[in-house]
């Protein structure tokens, strides 16, 4: 405080020798002082020390400004400042010790210690500055974890009286954050000897106690912390006292006393901590219900260990109850867990997020909780279980490589059946027969009394094989187990393969010498089927049908396995009557949907296409058969050639379910019904849709091709080119990509894309085309000398001159080199049924009228409204002529001309200028009557036009003919204005 007091004792009115403009602004400078608005005089001396530097009071200003920039805490400006009120010369030794002080103290609470250090050395070592600073210094070490420095620092002013005590304390609390309980105790000792005047005796004492506690010394700890809570109960520590001894009592396991402790520590400062205490006693002794109960009383705590003690004490608590409670706990614990990401407790929120959610089987989010495992950096002890977490987690997911390298970890550390067994299974989900063969041949090594996994082991290395394509290898292992064991699963795998595998006859050979039992009569017909031997086939089936000896099951097997014979034999009548039988047997209901299908499909084939959709309908009220059933009723509609309900069947399926098993074929044939029917628009919208829902499909070439053919009927070549691309890409075709390269160098060149433009144009077989595009691109990057050249290669082109002269007499023109334009205009003239013959002829016009030929504008004026009837500027010649007959002073042309625009083009832009003209030409032909017709058309076209003409139409006897004159010069002069700008925009 007397520091602060002393700096605004300097912000005194500086006397009366200043100089006007030094006292002027000092004066302000003092009223802000005086006024408390201490930021404003700061930023006024900030100016001040730059505005007057040779001003004799620069050094008042500096040391103000510094001091004031300091009380601010603008600790980095104040030291700019004081650094420069340094060099100033002539300063007192008071003045310089003054001055490294603050800069000191500036530099320490910037924590640029060895600064601040620096600034020190430069105190004279008799100055009360030089030891405050060290103090300041060493506080901002302790304040900053820096106990070490801090008490090296205060050692320093042990020997300094004015600081000493202040000293002692410090290098205790420094020691005890350091965890020298010892040496702390020993400054305690030596701080709390002598005279207790300007000491802080209370802090003392509770220290001591905690010093105490650490060493180990309960009792005396105890003591001298109830000393403190009694003889300083109004005491700032009296919530820290209170905690210690909380803790202390929860140590010696006092629960009496720890529990009054807690209750002194409820509401005050220390509640939070009483709690975390509290509930760290009770997980330590697995107590998760009560270490739950004091978790969940800290609020918000950003503390690691406290995170991590509460999810635990949920996740147990949430567990051992059970039930909707008790998910709801374990959810709230992973999201605990979770919080811990990212700390020092990171392996732990790693961990037991992914087993809760493995627990829960949600395996996707067990990946997604160990995205960010680093192997390396997780606990041994979670290591384990994290790659048995992964395997199971990857292979439910169907990420078998993932998998197969987490299992291998697992089997490796515990070398189990069960661990082998895993390898096996992901071996064989990922086809490879080799380690699958490896493995299978451990496992009978190491394992062949095992029981547990046998059959399961054999099975799926058969079936690896089998599906890997080795056929001898699975029917070998199947064979290798019914050696020694029967088991039905197996020997139907066997007999699948032997049937899946077309070994018909080996699987009759197998069969033959067996009883002739029902099941094994009607393997055979399945065997006779496969040789489409078929009536050795139906007379196995129909066997089995009428034997005494088959089950219910085989006959209907046997049944539902007669009508594919008869329908694979192509006696679809034989096949529909069979399948009417079955539907007789009202227990049959395995084989029903099947039996309904092949039935329908015979229907379908003899050309019965009603009974087939109604057969269809009736499948597809089952869910699973729904989308082919709809497949197969556009299909039935397609083949009776009824187009429209062939295509609505078809896209109903597609809009369905746009992913759906027949969305795709769907879609593909109501493409090509549109295009049989010529529906172009709807040809490119579903092709459209085809590109983006199946852009890998077998069918998208074919797509394509519709899609550009319907863009080329439909003369969309921008829209075609985009299709084109792709063609170009896939097709061989030399013609289609010659094609596809033209329309591509359109398009970029459209979108500004030269560089594309060119490259497509480079790929293009015809030179004149690549001329003609060269020329274009030139023009649109204004590259106007190049295009000319290119343009004047084709003049003569029958495909491009028309073009190419249009250009080049339209940049000419614009040049306003109109020889050479009327030029390049004349050759359009040339090329019979030539575009831009109109364009051309009033161009010549516009060029004659520009030169006042107006004889030779007028003939070219003429010639759009006479030849070229369906032109667009049909209109504006017609203004030009007009007003080329009033330049001529043809005044009655000029009239009728004006009066037939009127009546031809009645929603014309120039209207209020035909108006005009009009109102004029009746004003000066005394025809006051018709002029008022058009100024109150003129009114309500362009009233502000219009009120220039007022004065004509009022109650004036004397309205004056030169008046008249006068509107009707300006008038016509403004007219040729607009004409001009109406001629440049055509």
């Not at 000792?189 to 002598?194: A, H, R, W």
């Not at 809009?655 to 044939?669: H, N, P, Q």
């Not at 040049?815 to 013959?837: F, H, Q, T």
Request: net charge neutral; proline share 1%.
């Amino acid at each position: 405080m007397k520091k602060k007091l002393f700096i605004l004792s300097l912000l005194i009115v500086v006397g009366s020798q200043i100089f006007a403009t030094d006292r002027d602004d000092m004066k302000y400078i003092d009223k802000l002082y005086e006024a408390k608005e201490y930021s404003m005089a700061a930023d006024e001396l900030k100016t001040f020390v730059g505005k007057y530097p040779d001003s004799r009071y620069q050094k008042v200003a500096l040391e103000r400004l510094s001091k004031t920039l300091y009380l601010n805490k603008e600790y980095k400006s104040s030291a700019t400042y004081f650094n420069q009120y340094l060099k100033l010369e002539r300063l007192k030794k008071d003045e310089k010790n003054e001055a490294h002080y603050y800069l000191a103290r500036n530099l320490t609470y910037l924590k640029d210690y060895n600064g601040a250090k620096k600034e020190i050395n430069l105190i004279d070592k008799d100055s009360p500055e030089k030891i405050d600073a060290v103090y300041y210094l060493g506080i901002s070490y302790y304040e900053n974890g820096r106990y070490e420095e801090a008490k090296k620092t205060f050692k320093y002013l042990i020997t300094k009286p004015a600081r000493s005590k202040d000293a002692l304390l410090y290098i205790s609390l420094s020691s005890y954050n350091n965890e020298e309980y010892v040496n702390s105790t020993i400054y305690l000792d030596e701080y709390l000897k002598g005279d207790a005047l300007g000491k802080n005796i209370e802090l003392a004492s509770y220290m001591y106690g905690m010093n105490q506690y650490k060493l180990g010394n309960n009792d005396l700890s105890i003591k001298k912390l109830t000393e403190v809570e009694t003889n300083y109960p109004q005491s700032k520590y009296i919530a820290d006292v209170r905690y210690g001894l909380l803790d202390i009592y929860l140590s010696t396991e006092d629960m009496e006393k720890a529990g009054e402790y807690y209750k002194k520590s409820m509401g005050g400062s220390n509640e939070e901590k009483a709690n975390i205490l509290l509930a760290n006693y009770y997980f330590a002794k697995k107590n998760y219900e009560n270490s739950l109960k004091y978790y969940e009383l800290v609020k918000n705590s950003s503390d690691p260990k406290v995170i991590y003690g509460s999810a635990f004490s949920m996740l147990e608590v949430g567990e051992s109850k059970g039930g909707i409670e008790g998910d709801k706990l374990v959810e709230r614990s992973k999201k605990g867990f979770e919080n811990l990401l990212g700390t020092n407790l990171n392996s732990e929120g790693i961990y037991y997020m992914a087993l809760i959610d493995f627990r829960a089987e949600k395996y996707s989010e067990v990946i997604k909780d160990l995205k960010s495992y680093d192997e390396s950096k997780m606990k041994r002890e979670y290591r384990n279980n994290i790659d048995l977490f992964l395997g199971k987690s990857y292979f439910e997911t169907k990420n078998y490589k993932k998998a197969r390298i987490y299992y291998t970890d697992v089997y490796n550390r515990t070398q189990s059946k069960e661990g082998l067994y895993q390898l096996i299974l992901v071996n064989g989900k990922l086809k490879d027969l080799e380690n699958t063969r490896l493995r299978f041949e451990e496992y009978k090594t190491k394992f062949s009394t095992d029981i547990e996994y046998r059959q399961k082991i054999y099975l799926i290395v058969g079936n690896t094989y089998y599906k890997g394509g080795n056929i001898k290898a699975a029917k070998d292992t199947y064979k290798e187990y019914l050696r020694s064991y029967n088991d039905t699963k197996i020997s139907e795998n066997l007999i699948t393969i032997l049937v899946a595998d077309g070994s018909y006859r080996d699987l009759i050979t197998y069969l033959t010498p067996q009883p002739k039992t029902a099941e094994n009569r009607y393997l055979l017909g399945v065997a006779y089927l496969g040789l489409t031997q078929y009536e050795k086939a139906a007379t196995k089936f129909q066997g089995v049908m009428t034997g005494k000896d088959a089950s219910l099951d085989q006959k209907e097997k046997a049944s539902y396995n007669l009508i594919k014979t008869h329908f694979a034999a192509k006696n679809y009548g034989d096949a529909i009557g069979s399948a009417e039988q079955y539907f007789t047997v009202k227990e049959y209901k395995k084989y029903k949907n099947e039996v309904m299908d092949l039935e329908a499909l015979s229907n379908f084939r003899l050309g019965k296409y009603s009974d087939a959709r109604e057969i269809f309908g009736e499948l597809g009220k089952d869910p699973k058969y729904k989308e082919y059933s709809q497949f197969q009723i556009a299909e039935t509609y397609y083949n009776e050639g009824k187009f429209d309900l062939s295509f609505s069947g078809y896209n109903d399926l597609y809009e369905e379910d746009k992913k759906g098993v027949y969305a795709r074929k769907s879609l593909y044939w109501g493409i090509n019904i549109l295009y049989t029917q010529g529906k172009y628009e709807d040809v490119i919208k579903k092709s459209g849709e085809f590109n983006l829902e199946y852009p890998e499909s077998d069918y998208i070439a074919d797509v394509n091709f519709y899609r550009a053919d319907a863009y080329f009927k439909l003369n969309d070549i921008k829209s075609a080119a985009k299709t084109y691309a792709k063609i170009y890409q896939e097709t061989t075709d030399e013609k289609l990509k010659n094609k596809t390269a033209k329309e591509l160098t359109t398009l970029y060149y459209n979108v500004d894309d030269y560089e594309n433009a060119n490259l497509w144009k480079e790929k293009i077989s015809d030179p004149n085309e690549k001329i003609y595009l060269s020329a274009l691109i030139y023009e649109k990057q204004g590259k106007m000398d190049l295009a000319v050249v290119e343009y004047k290669k084709l003049t003569d082109n029958a495909e491009y001159g028309s073009r190419v002269n249009f250009n080049l007499a339209a940049n000419y023109y614009k040049e306003k080199n109109y020889d050479e334009a009327k030029k390049y205009y004349e050759n359009i003239l040339k090329v019979e049924d030539g575009p831009y013959k109109d364009t051309a002829t009033y161009r010549i016009g516009q060029i004659y009228f520009n030169s006042k030929d107006y004889s030779k504008a007028l003939r070219n004026f003429m010639r759009i409204e006479l030849l070229y009837e369906e032109s667009s500027l049909r209109e504006a010649a017609k203004l030009k002529i007009a007003t080329t007959y009033e330049i001529q002073k043809e005044d009655e042309k000029a009239k009728r001309t004006y009066e037939e625009f009127y009546e031809t083009y009645p929603q014309s832009k120039y209207r209020g200028l035909i108006l005009e003209k009009l109102l004029v030409i009746n004003l000066n032909e005394d025809k006051p009557e018709k002029a008022k017709k058009y100024y109150d058309e003129l009114l309500a076209a362009n009233k502000d036009v219009a009120e220039r003409y007022t004065s004509y139409f009022e109650k004036k006897e004397d309205k004056k003919e030169d008046e008249k004159e006068e509107v009707s010069q300006v008038n016509t002069e403004k007219t040729q204005e607009k004409e001009e700008k109406t001629t440049n925009n055509n």
